[in-house]
T-cell receptor
Framework: KQEVTQIPAALSVPEGENLVLNCSFT??????LQWFRQDPGKGLTSLLL?????REQTSGRLNASLDKSSGRSTLYIAASQPGDSATYLC??????????FGSGTKLNVKP | DAGVTQSPTHLIKTRGQQVTLRCSPI?????VSWYQQVLGQGPQFIFQ???????GRGNFPDRFSARQFPNYSSELNVNALLLGDSALYLC?????????????FGPGTRLTVT
């Protein structure tokens, strides 16, 4: 059974700090991994998509990596800002049509 | 271009009732998926539809059903509502169902069952 785990469940950091969010998956036969941001009561905003053949993707202050052999992905946020406060979710695609989400890491960036 | 849209935004139903949720994908997107997100948890996959056919189903009871229309919009139906069906229901669309295509999510429908 495919499982996706995110640790920690919550994280609080001062503004300006660089931080890393972790995502672990149990099955290395992953097709791709996608990171999302979710604001309270809202839908999901896609941040980065990493294909199984890729090692990392970058967008602005965000960098996501994928290591299939260890079953891990990380989302690196540089120079964090209060506007980055949200819940961050990772999701792995394992076959044609199923997507497995972690429970998310709730990030609070303090001014 | 408009993103994925969902209606209604909020809904309150009583146990035993039936509900229909609606989703319109991004223009040109042919694949639609539905997810249930219970408070404090990540979304769980319910269905995927492509070209009006069901292409995948998660571990949900038969009370949950869906369909996709020729214009690629979709409806999710839930019968005999239970308190545990209270959740945020998310719709996502993709250009095509293949693995390389990114999913884009709508704002969700918040269903409360009393």
């Amino acid at each position: 059974k495919q499982e996706v785990t995110q640790i920690p469940a919550a994280l609080s950091v001062p503004e300006g700090e660089n931080l890393v969010l972790n995502c672990s998956f149990t099955d290395s036969a992953i097709y791709n991994l996608q990171w999302f941001r979710q604001d309270p009561g809202k839908g999901l905003t896609s941040l980065l998509l990493i294909q199984s053949s890729q090692r990392e993707q970058t967008s602005g202050r965000l960098n996501a990596s994928l290591d299939k052999s260890s079953g891990r992905s990380t989302l690196y946020i540089a120079a964090s800002q209060p506007g980055d406060s949200a819940t961050y979710l990772c999701a792995g695609r394992y076959n044609f049509n199923k997507f497995y989400f972690g429970s998310g890491t709730k990030l609070n960036v303090k001014p | 271009d408009a993103g994925v849209t969902q209606s209604p935004t909020h809904l309150i139903k009583t146990r035993g009732q039936q509900v229909t949720l609606r989703c319109s994908p991004i223009s040109g997107h042919k694949s639609v998926s539905w997810y249930q997100q219970v408070l404090g948890q990540g979304p769980q996959f319910i269905f995927q539809y492509y070209e009006k056919e069901e292409r995948g189903r998660g571990n949900f009871p038969d009370r949950f059903s869906a369909r996709q229309f020729p214009n690629y919009s979709s409806e999710l139906n839930v019968n005999a509502l239970l308190l545990g069906d209270s959740a945020l229901y998310l719709c996502a669309s993709r250009l095509l169902p293949g693995q390389g295509y990114e999913q884009y999510f709508g704002p969700g429908t918040r269903l409360t069952v009393t």
